[in-house]
């Protein structure tokens, strides 16, 4: 064999090893020169930038820079949230809710209470499912009173929190987001994503509030802020923030907690649904009612399964919602559980799967906190790891598509990865990054994590980020080994 031909055989040899591994060299090169220039500009002169590019089915680095970084992910942390409820939850998994009730029927009377427990269902009174509407639940709920022959409810309405341990708010969100529509954190008993809204339909009566808070009225028309939501016309604020005012034009008003609190909202709302249901109402402290005593159940409440709400917090990015899958993996492990131990038992899922969590900072379930910290390689590793459970069609279902839908819907838009990378994106201050799984021309899958930190407040952080998505699924070269589930519906 002549040298020629040897050589010939040999880059044969070569060029079909990297067709073989999906690795086109030209392509990984165009990608490479890319994220060299974003990383070279004047323009992100002041900014961190953090990237990885891995192929899921070896595992194998492709392109990295700053890979091994702690960086602020934002609401790329949901994916952390989420994976990990998906996989110790289950898809079918249900958020609890419990109406009970104390003491005696007699002639067609309660006298006694109505008792409502929860295990942090942040579904209801959401206007984002029809079967979550407010009205429906409360007649759902209400309906085997009229079973058991009560016509009239002598006593109180009550909401009892057995399961959440610590302060509802977690303490790294900063101060100045808890007052918005973003901010609002989770409880054992939530309603309306536990916000409020000026022009809600569902309005409170001053006349429900309890008297010892004095006149209150629940509609605001001065009330005034930057983040005022204009398709809805409405100002959104968060109902449990101890923090937080409410300022006017001439006034200010301070908020009591338990007014706005969501359990005393729901408490609320649900006095409201009696009379709703043609129960008469009186409001009595039933003080020889012990709390638990001889409680009789007379519903349990069931949300959307864990699936929908993950599609939801993925494609709109839901803070609440994710804090609350954070709980809802605490409690199943522990029952009554606190952040802290919530935040533990996602950790742990994750090391069983990926080892080493070096660079990992989990303070929430959702990364609104400037607190939460990656590394672009952790992100990718976790992707990659998931692609190996039964369960990583599901996930991959959750996250929405660039240019299609949920907080990506006008990502990439005209790039390759167009409709080809089920990415979430997250964003704050001077943060702005993007995770999830990319589809190459080849077929092929791959894990990325892009991460841009301390960048200045006007440049054009987004269409950096999706040319670098675009030029991942424009590579090349081979075929995969497997195929994944794509574009999953239910």
Not at 182 to 189: D, L, T, V
């Amino acid at each position: 064999m002549t040298f020629t031909k040897s050589f010939a055989s040999i880059l044969l040899i070569l060029v079909g090893f990297s067709i073989a591994s999906g690795q086109n060299p030209a392509q990984v090169r165009k990608l490479k020169k890319e994220l060299a220039k974003i990383t070279g500009s004047k323009e992100f002169k002041t900014a961190t930038i953090g990237f990885c590019l891995m192929d899921v089915e070896t595992g194998k680095i492709l392109v990295e820079e700053n890979a091994e970084k702690s960086l602020i992910p934002a609401s790329t942390m949901k994916l952390i949230t989420t994976g990990a409820g998906l996989a110790l939850l289950g898809d079918t998994f249900r958020f609890k809710t419990e109406l009970e009730y104390m003491g005696d029927i007699k002639n067609g009377e309660l006298h006694g209470r109505l008792l409502f427990s929860g295990n942090g269902d942040p579904t209801i009174g959401s206007k984002r499912w029809n079967s979550t509407n407010i009205d429906t639940i409360f007649s759902k709920l209400y309906a085997p009173l009229k079973s058991l022959g009560i016509k009239k409810f002598k006593g109180d309405v009550m909401t009892h929190n057995p399961y959440y341990l610590d302060n509802n708010t977690p303490p790294d969100y900063n101060v100045g987001d808890i007052k918005y529509q973003y901010g609002a954190a989770p409880s054992s008993i939530n309603i309306f994503d536990n916000v409020v809204n000026q022009n809600t339909e569902y309005g409170i009566s001053p006349s429900l509030l309890d008297p010892d808070h004095g006149k209150f009225y629940f509609f605001i028309e001065d009330y005034k802020d930057d983040k005022l939501d204009e398709e809805n016309n409405k100002y959104p604020f968060n109902l449990i923030d101890s923090l937080a005012q409410i300022e006017y034009q001439e006034n200010v008003f301070y908020r009591p907690d338990d007014v706005f609190s969501t359990e005393n909202i729901f408490r609320m709302y649900a006095q409201s649904a009696l009379v709703n249901s043609n129960i008469l109402f009186t409001n009595e402290y039933p003080h020889n009612t012990p709390f638990d005593k001889d409680k009789k159940n007379i519903l349990s409440y069931y949300s959307p399964a864990l699936f929908d709400i993950t599609t939801k917090t993925n494609h709109s990015s839901v803070n609440l919602y994710a804090e609350c899958i954070l709980r809802a993996i605490g409690i199943q492990k522990y029952g009554p559980s606190s952040l802290d131990s919530s935040i533990a038992v996602s950790k742990r899922f994750w090391k069983n799967e990926v080892g080493d969590l070096q660079g990992l900072r989990m303070t929430d379930g959702s990364g609104l906190s400037r607190s939460n910290l990656c590394t672009p390689l952790l992100f990718c590793k976790m992707l990659t790891a998931y692609t190996k459970r039964d369960n990583f069609d599901s996930f991959y279902s959750t996250i929405p598509v660039a240019g299609k839908d949920g907080t990506v819907k006008n990502f990439a838009k005209g790039t390759a990865a167009d409709g080809n990378a089920h990415i979430k994106s997250g964003s704050m201050s001077r943060v702005k990054c993007y995770a999830g799984y990319v589809t190459g021309k080849n077929g092929k899958l791959y894990a990325v994590s892009v991460m841009f930190n301390n960048f200045e407040p006007d440049v054009t952080v987004t269409a950096a980020c999706a040319n670098l998505i675009g030029k991942v699924a424009d590579l090349k070269g081979g075929k995969p080994k497997k195929t994944f589930v794509v574009n999953r519906t239910r």
